[in-house]
Protein backbone atom coordinates (compact mmCIF):
# COMPACT_ATOMS: atom_id res chain seq x y z
CA UNK A 1 0.00 0.00 0.00
CA UNK A 2 2.91 2.43 0.60
CA UNK A 3 4.48 1.49 -3.02
CA UNK A 4 2.51 4.48 -4.50
CA UNK A 5 3.69 6.79 -1.94
CA UNK A 6 7.48 6.26 -2.11
CA UNK A 7 7.04 5.93 -6.08
CA UNK A 8 5.03 9.92 -5.46
CA UNK A 9 8.08 11.12 -3.47
CA UNK A 10 11.12 9.52 -5.52
CA UNK A 11 9.60 11.22 -8.83
CA UNK A 12 7.95 14.39 -7.90
CA UNK A 13 10.16 15.45 -4.46
CA UNK A 14 13.65 13.63 -4.98
CA UNK A 15 14.36 13.29 -8.57
CA UNK A 16 13.97 17.32 -9.56
CA UNK A 17 15.92 17.71 -6.96
CA UNK A 18 19.06 17.79 -9.19
CA UNK A 19 18.23 21.03 -11.12
CA UNK A 20 19.00 22.99 -7.63
CA UNK A 21 22.44 22.60 -9.59
CA UNK A 22 21.41 25.73 -11.69
CA UNK A 23 21.91 27.97 -8.62
CA UNK A 24 25.39 27.63 -9.74
CA UNK A 25 25.45 28.01 -13.29
CA UNK A 26 24.33 30.42 -15.71
CA UNK A 27 21.46 28.19 -16.80
CA UNK A 28 20.44 28.09 -20.36
CA UNK A 29 17.50 26.38 -21.65
CA UNK A 30 18.82 25.67 -25.07
CA UNK A 31 21.64 23.68 -23.60
CA UNK A 32 20.03 22.09 -20.56
CA UNK A 33 21.34 22.30 -17.18
CA UNK A 34 24.89 19.87 -17.40
CA UNK A 35 26.06 22.07 -20.59
CA UNK A 36 25.63 24.94 -18.87
CA UNK A 37 28.25 26.98 -17.64
CA UNK A 38 29.77 26.73 -13.95
CA UNK A 39 29.45 30.35 -12.08
CA UNK A 40 29.42 28.81 -8.62
CA UNK A 41 27.97 31.55 -5.82
CA UNK A 42 27.72 34.00 -8.18
CA UNK A 43 23.90 34.04 -7.83
CA UNK A 44 24.16 33.86 -3.92
CA UNK A 45 26.68 36.77 -3.57
CA UNK A 46 24.41 38.97 -6.31
CA UNK A 47 21.35 38.08 -4.15
CA UNK A 48 22.81 39.14 -1.20
CA UNK A 49 24.15 42.56 -2.54
CA UNK A 50 20.92 43.08 -3.78
CA UNK A 51 19.60 46.39 -2.52
CA UNK A 52 15.75 44.50 -2.26
CA UNK A 53 17.52 41.86 -0.42
CA UNK A 54 16.95 42.98 3.35
CA UNK A 55 13.54 43.99 2.94
CA UNK A 56 12.41 41.43 1.39
CA UNK A 57 14.10 39.50 4.33
CA UNK A 58 12.26 41.65 7.07
CA UNK A 59 9.09 41.30 5.22
CA UNK A 60 9.29 37.40 5.04
CA UNK A 61 10.26 37.52 8.97
CA UNK A 62 7.47 40.06 10.02
CA UNK A 63 4.49 38.41 8.39
CA UNK A 64 5.91 34.94 9.10
CA UNK A 65 6.95 35.67 12.92
CA UNK A 66 3.37 37.52 13.01
CA UNK A 67 1.67 34.91 11.73
CA UNK A 68 3.13 32.10 14.12
CA UNK A 69 2.48 34.63 17.34
CA UNK A 70 -1.49 35.15 16.43
CA UNK A 71 -1.64 32.29 14.09
CA UNK A 72 -0.47 29.30 15.90
CA UNK A 73 -2.28 29.70 19.33
CA UNK A 74 -5.34 30.05 17.50
CA UNK A 75 -6.44 26.75 16.22
CA UNK A 76 -5.76 25.56 19.88
CA UNK A 77 -7.75 27.91 21.43
CA UNK A 78 -10.51 26.50 19.21
CA UNK A 79 -9.88 23.08 20.11
CA UNK A 80 -9.86 23.70 23.97
CA UNK A 81 -13.59 25.66 23.56
CA UNK A 82 -15.05 23.18 21.06
CA UNK A 83 -14.03 20.10 23.69
CA UNK A 84 -15.71 21.83 26.24
CA UNK A 85 -19.46 22.08 24.16
CA UNK A 86 -21.25 19.29 25.56
CA UNK A 87 -24.36 19.68 23.04
CA UNK A 88 -23.28 17.08 19.95
CA UNK A 89 -25.27 18.53 17.40
CA UNK A 90 -24.34 21.96 18.24
CA UNK A 91 -20.66 21.06 18.54
CA UNK A 92 -20.95 19.95 14.90
CA UNK A 93 -22.20 22.44 13.60
CA UNK A 94 -19.22 24.82 15.11
CA UNK A 95 -16.64 22.78 13.76
CA UNK A 96 -18.29 22.25 10.14
CA UNK A 97 -18.91 26.37 9.96
CA UNK A 98 -14.94 27.10 11.15
CA UNK A 99 -14.12 24.08 8.67
CA UNK A 100 -15.87 25.79 5.86
CA UNK A 101 -13.49 29.05 4.76
CA UNK A 102 -10.53 26.18 4.30
CA UNK A 103 -12.11 24.90 0.82
CA UNK A 104 -13.07 28.26 -0.37
CA UNK A 105 -11.12 28.98 -3.11
CA UNK A 106 -7.63 31.41 -2.38
CA UNK A 107 -8.75 33.70 -5.48
CA UNK A 108 -12.65 33.73 -4.22
CA UNK A 109 -11.11 34.38 -0.53
CA UNK A 110 -8.74 37.37 -1.86
CA UNK A 111 -11.53 38.64 -3.70
CA UNK A 112 -13.72 39.03 -0.90
CA UNK A 113 -10.89 40.43 1.13
CA UNK A 114 -10.30 43.54 -1.76
CA UNK A 115 -14.29 43.99 -1.92
CA UNK A 116 -14.39 44.37 1.58
CA UNK A 117 -11.29 46.30 2.10
CA UNK A 118 -12.17 48.99 -0.94
CA UNK A 119 -12.65 52.93 0.83
CA UNK A 120 -16.97 51.70 0.30
CA UNK A 121 -16.30 48.13 1.33
CA UNK A 122 -18.02 46.43 4.84
CA UNK A 123 -14.37 46.33 6.73
CA UNK A 124 -13.51 49.70 5.66
CA UNK A 125 -17.35 50.61 7.17
CA UNK A 126 -16.43 49.37 10.80
CA UNK A 127 -13.22 50.96 10.69
CA UNK A 128 -15.13 54.30 10.43
CA UNK A 129 -17.54 53.57 12.56
CA UNK A 130 -14.74 52.54 15.31
CA UNK A 131 -12.98 55.98 14.36
CA UNK A 132 -10.95 55.16 11.46
CA UNK A 133 -10.29 57.05 7.99
CA UNK A 134 -11.92 55.68 5.02
CA UNK A 135 -9.57 54.21 2.87
CA UNK A 136 -8.34 52.19 0.48
CA UNK A 137 -7.33 49.65 3.49
CA UNK A 138 -5.44 47.51 1.00
CA UNK A 139 -3.55 49.95 -0.55
CA UNK A 140 -1.89 50.94 2.84
CA UNK A 141 1.00 49.67 4.11
CA UNK A 142 0.16 49.95 8.20
CA UNK A 143 -3.05 48.10 7.41
CA UNK A 144 -1.70 45.08 5.41
CA UNK A 145 -0.05 43.14 8.21
CA UNK A 146 -3.33 43.10 10.11
CA UNK A 147 -5.40 42.28 7.06
CA UNK A 148 -3.16 39.45 5.65
CA UNK A 149 -2.65 37.63 9.45
CA UNK A 150 -6.60 37.97 10.55
CA UNK A 151 -8.09 36.62 6.99
CA UNK A 152 -5.00 33.99 7.32
CA UNK A 153 -5.89 32.76 10.81
CA UNK A 154 -9.74 33.11 9.82
CA UNK A 155 -9.67 30.91 6.77
CA UNK A 156 -7.23 28.00 8.64
CA UNK A 157 -8.19 28.53 12.03
CA UNK A 158 -10.86 25.75 12.05
CA UNK A 159 -8.81 22.82 9.87
CA UNK A 160 -5.90 23.52 11.84
CA UNK A 161 -7.90 22.69 14.83
CA UNK A 162 -8.70 18.88 13.19
CA UNK A 163 -5.46 17.37 14.86
CA UNK A 164 -5.60 19.01 18.05
CA UNK A 165 -9.15 18.10 18.66
CA UNK A 166 -8.06 14.08 17.46
CA UNK A 167 -5.19 14.46 20.52
CA UNK A 168 -8.07 15.88 22.88
CA UNK A 169 -9.73 12.77 22.04
CA UNK A 170 -6.89 10.61 22.81
CA UNK A 171 -6.68 12.13 26.54
CA UNK A 172 -7.44 9.27 28.91
CA UNK A 173 -10.85 10.35 30.63
CA UNK A 174 -9.93 8.71 33.60
CA UNK A 175 -7.53 12.10 33.75
CA UNK A 176 -10.79 13.99 34.00
CA UNK A 177 -12.42 12.05 36.60
CA UNK A 178 -9.08 12.01 39.06
CA UNK A 179 -9.13 15.66 38.65
CA UNK A 180 -12.57 16.17 39.52
CA UNK A 181 -12.18 14.07 42.69
CA UNK A 182 -9.65 16.24 43.46
CA UNK A 183 -12.06 19.71 43.01
CA UNK A 184 -10.65 21.08 39.95
CA UNK A 185 -12.84 22.96 37.86
CA UNK A 186 -13.22 23.14 34.13
CA UNK A 187 -10.33 25.65 34.25
CA UNK A 188 -8.06 24.09 36.25
CA UNK A 189 -8.73 20.85 34.17
CA UNK A 190 -7.62 22.20 30.87
CA UNK A 191 -4.37 23.56 32.57
CA UNK A 192 -3.56 19.99 34.57
CA UNK A 193 -4.61 17.80 32.34
CA UNK A 194 -5.83 19.24 29.02
CA UNK A 195 -2.53 21.22 27.94
CA UNK A 196 0.08 18.61 29.04
CA UNK A 197 -1.88 15.72 27.12
CA UNK A 198 -1.92 18.03 24.07
CA UNK A 199 2.12 19.62 24.39
CA UNK A 200 3.34 16.18 22.46
CA UNK A 201 1.10 17.54 19.35
CA UNK A 202 1.50 21.27 20.54
CA UNK A 203 5.74 20.72 20.47
CA UNK A 204 5.49 18.80 16.96
CA UNK A 205 3.50 21.16 14.89
CA UNK A 206 5.56 24.22 16.35
CA UNK A 207 8.47 22.51 15.18
CA UNK A 208 7.33 21.91 11.86
CA UNK A 209 6.49 25.51 11.88
CA UNK A 210 9.15 26.53 12.66
CA UNK A 211 10.73 24.75 9.51
CA UNK A 212 8.94 27.00 7.30
CA UNK A 213 9.49 30.19 8.57
CA UNK A 214 9.79 32.09 5.43
CA UNK A 215 7.54 30.18 3.18
CA UNK A 216 5.06 32.83 3.62
CA UNK A 217 1.38 32.15 1.75
CA UNK A 218 3.03 32.96 -2.13
CA UNK A 219 -0.35 33.00 -3.60
CA UNK A 220 -1.72 35.09 -1.14
CA UNK A 221 0.60 37.99 -1.04
CA UNK A 222 0.63 37.76 -4.53
CA UNK A 223 -3.28 38.32 -5.04
CA UNK A 224 -3.34 40.81 -2.55
CA UNK A 225 -0.17 43.23 -2.63
CA UNK A 226 -0.27 46.53 -5.06
CA UNK A 227 3.34 48.53 -5.88
CA UNK A 228 1.94 50.99 -2.79
CA UNK A 229 2.37 47.71 -0.49
CA UNK A 230 6.15 46.53 -2.10
CA UNK A 231 7.49 48.07 0.94
CA UNK A 232 6.03 46.08 3.80
CA UNK A 233 4.29 42.86 1.56
CA UNK A 234 7.14 42.00 -1.20
CA UNK A 235 8.61 38.67 0.67
CA UNK A 236 11.00 36.08 -0.66
CA UNK A 237 8.57 34.07 -2.88
CA UNK A 238 7.24 37.00 -4.64
CA UNK A 239 10.28 38.17 -5.15
CA UNK A 240 11.25 34.60 -6.50
CA UNK A 241 8.61 34.80 -8.61
CA UNK A 242 8.98 38.21 -10.14
CA UNK A 243 13.02 37.50 -10.70
CA UNK A 244 12.39 33.45 -12.33
CA UNK A 245 9.11 34.02 -14.23
CA UNK A 246 8.48 37.59 -15.37
CA UNK A 247 12.21 37.97 -15.64
CA UNK A 248 13.32 34.22 -16.65
CA UNK A 249 16.22 34.54 -14.49
CA UNK A 250 16.29 30.84 -13.47
CA UNK A 251 19.51 30.32 -12.01
CA UNK A 252 18.87 33.32 -9.82
CA UNK A 253 15.78 32.32 -8.61
CA UNK A 254 16.86 28.84 -7.76
CA UNK A 255 19.45 30.46 -5.73
CA UNK A 256 17.40 32.26 -4.20
CA UNK A 257 15.04 29.49 -3.41
CA UNK A 258 17.67 27.33 -2.16
CA UNK A 259 18.81 30.27 0.83
CA UNK A 260 15.41 29.85 1.54
CA UNK A 261 15.32 26.27 2.22
CA UNK A 262 18.82 26.46 3.80
CA UNK A 263 17.21 28.97 6.00
CA UNK A 264 14.36 27.05 7.03
CA UNK A 265 16.46 24.10 7.73
CA UNK A 266 18.92 25.50 10.52
CA UNK A 267 15.44 26.94 12.13
CA UNK A 268 14.08 23.55 11.99
CA UNK A 269 17.10 22.01 13.47
CA UNK A 270 17.51 24.46 15.84
CA UNK A 271 13.83 24.48 17.22
CA UNK A 272 13.78 20.64 17.84
CA UNK A 273 17.24 20.95 19.63
CA UNK A 274 15.65 23.29 21.72
CA UNK A 275 12.83 21.57 22.35
CA UNK A 276 14.13 18.01 23.09
CA UNK A 277 17.03 20.34 25.56
CA UNK A 278 14.23 21.93 27.51
CA UNK A 279 11.00 18.99 27.81
CA UNK A 280 13.28 16.12 25.98
CA UNK A 281 10.26 15.98 23.13
CA UNK A 282 11.02 16.84 19.26
CA UNK A 283 10.55 15.53 16.06
CA UNK A 284 13.19 13.48 15.69
Known amino acids: MILPVIIYIAVFCYKPMYGVIIAFKNFRPAVG ?6 VGLKHFI ?3 NDYNFWRILKNTFSISALSILFGF ?15 TKFKRAVQTISYMPYFI ?22 VVALGG ?38 I ?19 ISVTLPGLMPTITILFILKMGNILNVGFEKI ?14 ISTYVYRIGILDANFSYSTAIGLFNSVVNIIFLLLTNAISKKMNNSGLF
Open 33 to 38: IMDSPW
Open 46 to 48: TFF
Open 73 to 87: PAPILLALLINEIRN
Open 105 to 126: SMVIICGLIKTFCQSDGIITDL
Open 133 to 170: ERVNLLASKNWFYPIYIISNIWQNIGWDSIIYLAALAG
Open 172 to 190: DQEQYEAARVDGAGRIRQI
Open 222 to 235: LLLYSPTTYEVADV
